[in-house]
């Protein structure tokens, strides 16, 4: 009975997986010729990122792996509109957002992309209610609604129960899933994660992948992975790795199409 209920969902799963790769996807993310370089002192320039081309296409779980130092924070701050690259292009929803305004840049990061760090980021003084709140607070969304949506969302990280617990009565993976809770919090539609499972032992990384395959197959999110595990790059569709600031390599996952 149990292995016909588990075949069962993993049909339904193959199913919409399916349904969705038959449409043409457009590019959420395109990155063209991207190149950062940080100033330390004169006279030098230290390059890090050589010029990337990637493009992600809406709805797709793509993972970067790489040596520690490769580059892949870097690009990822670039992706989430935390930093500028200094040269290149990039395309977000098909609108160039490079030479953005500071303000412009912050509505973005606001409303389109959710990001989760590898040491979560949570404000300390503050409840995981608040929190997750706090996003919506920034956009302008009236309280009562803030804390019905807030509510919601730590119901799907299954941390309901302690939305009034503060950080640091949290743990590891539960501080994790707050995080991702808040990084949802104004419906985007790109979540980016900088080694998300970093921190956490396998089991617990293993939970928090799953809720990233949930958000990907049942909310049709854009998902950019960073991690260290090849197993869990793995079961993303689309593995690109990163050498010295430059993408060497790029293969199917076993979420692929
Ligand atoms: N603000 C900065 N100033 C100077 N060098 C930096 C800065 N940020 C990152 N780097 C350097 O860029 C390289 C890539 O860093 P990072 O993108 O964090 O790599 P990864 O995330 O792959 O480990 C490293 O050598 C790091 O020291
Ligand atoms: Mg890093």
Redesign the pocket.
Known sequence: MEALRVAVVKECNCFRVERRCDIMRKTAIKLQGIR?S???GQPNE?E??HGINIDVKEGEFVSIV????????????IIGALDRPTQGEYFLDGKKINGAKDRELSVIRNKKIGFVFQTYNLIARTNALSNVELPMLYAGIPKNKRAKRAKELLDIVGMSERMDHKPDELSGGQKQRVAIARAMSNNPSIILA??PTGALDSDTGRKIMDIFHRLHRENGKTIVL?THSSSLANETERIIT?KD?LVIGERKGEASC
């Open positions: 950062k940080f100033y330390i230290l890090i990122l790489g040596e520690s130092g490769s580059g892949k924070s870097t690009l990822m701050n900088d080694e960073i990163l600031g």
